[in-house]
């Protein structure tokens, strides 16, 4: 199979064993959310669809307490050890959630539903930001222009199997034990973690490599305080709220649809397991031949500005037919613009920062920057709501606000090219005696 996918993106052959496990990884890790992601939407909209602004305070809540916890292992344990243990503490969660799933029932089985809407948005964002700054330590800034589109596909592709898993499974067992599932799938991941670290160290950048296995060290909230300082990572910030704030929008319409639409629990969940089936193949097929070419003819910068053009044109587009089918569409379509460009080019931009910054400040990033876009999103659209503004009104606010995000998606992939070019490469920026140099030139 790798050698095949070899003669579809440009992949080394060298690359092909390194690539072939963080296929699996990745694979792994995203069949694990998408197994638990229709149980956690319908465990959202069965405790009121009101009530979604409320949980997404909490996932704010709590992804700004987990954060430090997780700057404290990068921290003080080397690479793959930080990395499983976050892992596995998820894995231990999901057992608990089903026990306490299984034995509950009326209102309390609502109130854990609504616990683990939460918990699983902090999931989804902790494991797949630690993924990417995984990405970005082993792969030099060159691969990841080859490389980060094909891997996003592995990503889909699991995906892809926990939607299936989910929507034909729901209707013949209780979805609860669908989380075994997920646990064991997490416990996979974790076993290409520490294959995949094995094996990068024969690469040709072994030097490298080998020295970032290091402790990373420095202080719990070194992510945070680089985050606020620095111009370069307060653009990637702004990137992400832009793209939050209009995906909640989008998110509440979805909601508000299937609510008014389905009535029992078992077809909500098969329903969004297979909108999520619909976006990911759409996604699969774009990151195999979409993102290396764009990088290749048309730059980074202009790739950034991808998605929140074709988010100005589809708002638009629904301020003048605001239909159910195009919100879907549209949603669809965009979700997969973000998975096969969007968050592969904006990975990208991680690579010229140094290590600290991949792991601290990106997580921050990650989550709490994410979250807080949600909540601006949802809060802003229960206001406008609240204050008689419909689809279509929305539809047309969303406009302006992609059109800031186009810009600032330009200004980022200009800023990140100057950076590129003024490292020697990023890959072994803190492994060259010049690593002093180009901390202190933190951009």
């Known amino acids: 199979m790798l050698r095949l996918l070899g003669r579809v993106v440009d992949v080394k052959r060298e690359e092909l064993p390194s690539l072939g496990w963080t296929w699996l990884y990745f694979y792994a890790v995203l069949a694990s959310y998408y197994v638990m992601r229709p149980i956690r939407d319908e465990a959202g909209v069965a405790g009121g669809v009101d009530n979604l602004p409320w949980l997404w305070t909490g996932t704010l809540i709590a992804v700004s307490l987990s954060n430090p916890a997780f700057a404290a292992l990068v921290a003080r344990l ?51 930001s630690v993924f990417w700054a995984f990405m970005t330590d082993i792969f030099t800034r060159e691969q990841a222009k080859r490389l980060f589109g094909i891997i996003s596909a592995a990503g889909t592709l699991g995906a892809m199997t926990g ?16 989380l075994l599932v997920s646990a ?37 909230v070194a992510g945070i ?8 990572l307060l653009g990637i910030s702004f990137y992400m709220l832009m793209f939050t704030i209009l995906s909640t929008v989008l998110y509440f319409q979805q909601a508000g649809i299937v609510d008014r639409t389905f009535s029992d629990r078992a077809a909500r969940t098969v ?8 976006t990911n193949a759409l996604a699969f097929v774009l990151q195999l031949f979409a993102f290396g ?12 500005a991808v998605l929140p053009a074709v988010s100005a044109a589809g708002f638009a587009l629904l301020g003048m037919y ?3 089918a195009a919100v879907v569409v549209f949603q669809a379509v965009r979700r997969a613009g973000n998975f096969a460009v969007a968050r592969p080019t904006r990975e990208v931009l991680f690579t010229v ?21 949600d909540q601006i999103g949802a809060w802003s659209q229960a206001a406008l709501g609240a204050a008689g503004l419909g689809l279509i009104g929305m539809a047309w606010l969303a406009v302006p606000v992609a059109l800031l995000w186009l810009a600032n998606g330009l200004w980022l992939g200009r800023r990140q090219e100057r950076l590129a070019a003024a490292s020697d490469p990023p890959a072994v920026a803190q492994a060259s005696p010049a690593a002093d140099a180009f901390v202190a030139a933190r951009p």
């Open 293 to 304: 070419n764009l990088v290749k003819f048309i730059g980074i910068t202009l790739t950034l």
């Open 78 to 128: 080397p690479r793959v050890k930080f990395v499983s243990w976050s892992y596995r503490f998820f894995a231990l969660n999901l057992i608990v959630f089903f026990f306490v799933l299984r034995a509950s029932s009326g209102a309390e089985n609502i109130w854990v539903g609504r616990v683990f809407y939460v918990w699983t948005a902090v999931f989804n964002l902790f494991v797949v």
């Open 184 to 220: 064991a799938l997490i416990e996979l991941g974790v076993l290409s973690v520490r294959r995949l670290s094995t094996l990068t160290e024969r690469l040709r950048e072994v030097r490298a490599v080998a020295l970032n296995e290091q402790i990373i060290g420095g202080s719990v």
């Open 163 to 178: 939607s299936i898993l989910t929507a034909t499974l729901a209707e013949h067992i209780p979805p609860v034990f669908l």
């Open 322 to 324: 605001p239909t159910v």
């Open 271 to 278: 329903f969004f397991a297979r909108v999520d089936l619909l």
């Open 225 to 232: 305080r680089n985050a606020l300082r620095s111009p370069y």
């Open 353 to 373: 920062l140094p290590r600290e910054d991949r792991y601290k400040a990106k997580n921050f990033i990650d989550t709490f920057v994410y979250r807080l876009g």
